[in-house]
């Protein structure tokens, strides 16, 4: 369409607010605000010309003389920069589009919104904007950025002309020193697409994993939705070709319903995960479904929590989760477990990522593990365990590694010994031994597909499994000793290295 006074005008930026926030999620500078910024959480800037020329009222977070010079920011400061019809009212565009990229962090981005020359009125003509400087086409500044930046690829350039648009959008990554330029926008596109949504903690981006290696067989290019949390878990999977991560409390539930709407129509395949556990299978006390009597709350969840992932996939229960750590994680690992003494490997996480996930008889049993000969190396939150190394058969690590790191090691154990978390996830269909201490969750629920693995369901405990996430202890039942909540308290430490060392002398003798 062309520019038409009487239904083209408004805040530009919401016409494309939804399909720029992936480059924007780790935040950056509006340059050009005008009464309101595209994201809240980026930096609104503006020179407040709009309220002279047509009494626009604005108050950006910071007010400049000139967008060409913002020495205020110094070189890659910026995770990203946006700017919508801006650049056209700047005399020299190219100086401005220069200190735009020196903002700009290597890996972030560069986000233009434009008039487009064959969509509106040009200078001096009828309808024209009278303090517009230049006449753009797409071509214009991929020829200006050419001259400018040496190392970039060119990730959009689409014109932007239906419904009540007149413009063109392009999306400049900046890469490291020697890429040289590039042009993705302009290869060939997939023949088939597919999305994955799975907002949530790192363990439950995993899941994502397994429908993203069958979307993938079938000859999809796959995109992953993640919270920031979960995109770190994701990032090397061979099966994932785009991970788009979203900002934390950025959108409010209109904009996120908003959001979907214009995100699935870029694709074939459409899966959308949220709910399909958290809300289904395992019930927040915000949800009705928490204060249900026991019985039904069982009878309601008691499902795989994979095989209702796959459902709402709509394929077949062909579990592949799977963590991929690259070739340089695992040399790290094996150099660090080269550092160890010889014997079996065990990785204890005795922590999940709730509080009624807590094992509080760790320490008792890394020393029994010791006396057997057997090293363990503890990972994850500890929590408020009170916990000691055992030189040199027991390595308390927490959270001291990164998390990629840890996964990694984890990879290279002997046994696995650990709640719901994380990283037993991480695990689930590798071939090590696993032990897994339930709390809300049954054996149907998480374990029921995973590889060499035995779950501990607790015994005597009236309320497990209780199908509920826990933000505190206050619907738990407690062991009076430990403080924990009673299903993780009730599988004591004898009973779990017993049961250890029974398997190793198995597997060694097999």
């Known amino acids: 369409m062309t520019w038409n006074i009487n239904t083209s005008n ?4 919401d016409k494309v607010r939804f399909d720029v926030l992936p480059y924007l999620v780790r935040g950056g500078l509006d340059i050009g605000c005008g009464p309101k910024k595209v994201w809240p959480h980026l930096i609104g800037i503006d020179s407040g010309k709009d309220t002279q020329l047509f009494g626009v009222q604005m108050k950006p977070d910071i007010m400049v003389n000139s967008a060409e010079r913002l020495h205020l920011f110094a070189d890659a400061s910026a995770d990203s920069v946006y700017s919508s019809h801006t650049l056209e009212h700047i005399e020299n565009y190219k100086a401005a589009l220069a200190e735009w990229w020196r903002l700009v962090k290597v890996g972030g981005y560069l986000v233009l919104y434009l008039p ?43 014109d932007r002309n239906g419904g009540n648009e007149y413009s063109f959008l392009q999306v400049f990554q900046k890469k490291q020193a020697g890429y040289g330029q590039a042009f993705s926008y302009d290869l060939p596109k997939p023949e088939k697409t597919a999305a994955i949504v799975r907002i949530g903690a790192k363990g439950d981006a995993l899941w994502a994993s ?40 950025v959108m409010d539930d209109e904009d996120l319903l908003m959001f979907w709407a214009n995100q699935a129509v870029k694709y074939d395949k459409w899966i959308n995960l949220i709910g399909s556990v958290e809300q289904r299978l395992l019930f927040h006390p915000s949800s009705n479904e928490f204060f249900l009597p026991h019985k039904l709350r ?21 579990f592949r989760q799977k963590y991929f750590p690259t070739a340089e994680e695992l040399r790290w690992a094996h150099e660090v477990r080269a550092k160890l003494p010889a014997g079996p490997l065990l990785v204890l996480n005795p922590c999940g990522s709730g509080p009624a996930k807590t094992w509080p ?20 939150d500890t929590r408020d365990l009170e916990l000691e190394e055992i030189e040199p058969y027991a390595v308390i690590v927490g959270t001291e590694w990164p998390v990629r790191a840890a996964l990694a090691f984890a990879q290279l154990a002997d046994v696995v010994v650990a709640t719901e978390s994380m990283i037993s996830n991480a695990v689930a269909q590798e071939q090590m031994l696993k032990v897994m201490l339930l709390s809300h969750s049954s054996n149907e629920n998480l374990t029921k597909h995973w590889v060499n693995t035995a779950a501990i369901e607790p015994r005597g405990v009236l309320c497990h499994p209780c199908h509920r996430i826990h ?6 039942a407690k062991d ?31």
């Open 10 to 13: 408004g805040f530009e930026s």
């Open 116 to 158: 487009h020359r064959d969509f509106y009125p040009n200078v001096g003509q009828p309808g024209s904007n009278p303090d517009h400087k230049h006449d753009f086409v797409p071509l214009d500044i991929i020829g200006a950025m050419a001259e400018i930046a040496a190392d970039f690829d060119l990730l959009v350039s689409e």
């Open 210 to 249: 397994s429908p993203a290696a069958l979307l993938k067989e079938q000859g999809y290019h796959v995109t992953v939705y993640v919270a920031t949390t979960g995109e770190e878990v994701l990032r090397h999977d061979p099966n994932v070709d785009r991970i788009i991560t979203l900002p934390n409390s």
């Open 298 to 318: 069982h009878q309601l969840a008691d499902v795989n929590y994979m095989e209702m992932v796959h459902d709402y996939a709509d394929l077949p229960y062909d």
């Open 361 to 380: 008889h760790a320490q008792e049993f890394m020393r029994l593990m010791a006396d057997a000969g057997v090293v363990t190396v503890l990972l994850g």
């Open 471 to 476: 933000a505190n202890l206050s619907f738990c």
């Open 480 to 510: 009076s000793a430990s403080g924990c909540s009673a299903c993780m308290a009730s599988a004591t430490a004898a009973t779990m290295a017993g049961f250890v060392i029974e398997q190793l002398k198995e597997s060694k003798a097999a």
